[in-house]
């Protein structure tokens, strides 16, 4: 997964906690993503970015708030985190809307997260 | 809603059989990719075919798109034990409403036996 690192990769917490996911980028890519993956449910979308400070919602961003305040990092944040957002969490970037013929994504390695 | 299904969910196979996958969509797209991905990492992505396109090639993978039945099918030929992961067929449906999002299906988890 070169060029894209997620951490934590592990993280274990309780309901009501607050939790953030960091994905750093060395490519330079525009388009930033938060999936998280499910059994049964493929990857949905959670948020995304298209530039420093530009991000919109994915299908499933209730519970999720998200920051890109640097063009390499986009963070994920959980403001309380509850049972059913329990699941592994991807980054994905692209280089869509810098040229590129088509919007392809290159995932990070992910991140578990269990919410007790 | 997932954009993509795909079918079989699960498919066992020997080494050296071919592996077949299909993947079905609701809406028009731009394009529609297939990503891999082994387990415990993240996607990789394979090969995209575009909605002109109605086949294509990468080494041992064969693409088919028909766009009148809002389809597409993904062959893996002469399996290795290495094919051994889950597929995802993802669509780019390329409206504004959808710029710059992909819509992944559950996936086909293959695992090829020696």
């Known amino acids: 997964d070169a060029g894209i690192t997620q951490s934590p990769r592990h993280k274990v917490t309780e309901t009501g906690t607050p939790v953030t996911l960091r994905c750093h980028q060395t490519?330079?890519?525009?388009?930033m993503y938060w999936y998280r993956q499910d059994p049964g449910h493929g990857l949905r979308l959670i948020h995304y970015?298209?530039?420093?400070?530009d991000t919109d919602k994915g299908e499933v961003s209730d519970g999720y708030s998200v920051s890109r305040s640097k063009t390499e990092d986009f963070l994920l944040t959980l403001e309380s985190a509850t049972s059913s957002q329990t699941s592994v969490y991807f980054c994905?970037?692209?280089?869509w809307g810098q040229g590129a013929g088509a919007n392809v994504l290159t995932f990070g390695a992910g991140s578990r997260l269990t919410v007790l | 809603s997932q954009q993509g299904e795909e079918d079989p969910q699960a498919l066992s196979i020997q080494e050296g059989e071919n592996a077949t996958m299909n993947c079905s969509y609701k809406?028009?797209?731009?394009?529609l990719q297939w990503y891999r991905q082994n387990s415990g990492r993240g996607l990789v992505h394979l090969i995209l075919i575009r909605s002109n396109e109605r086949e294509k090639h990468s080494g041992r993978l064969r693409v088919t798109l028909d766009t009148s039945k809002k389809s597409s099918s993904l062959l893996i030929t002469a399996s290795r034990a290495a094919d051994t992961a889950s597929y995802f067929c993802a669509t780019d449906a390329g409206a504004t409403d959808s710029w710059g999002k992909l819509q992944f299906g559950a996936g086909t988890q293959v695992v090829v036996t020696p």
């Open positions: 490519e330079n890519h525009r388009y």
């Open positions: 809406t028009s797209i731009n394009n």
């Open positions: 970015s298209y530039g420093v400070k």
């Open positions: 994905a970037i692209s280089e």
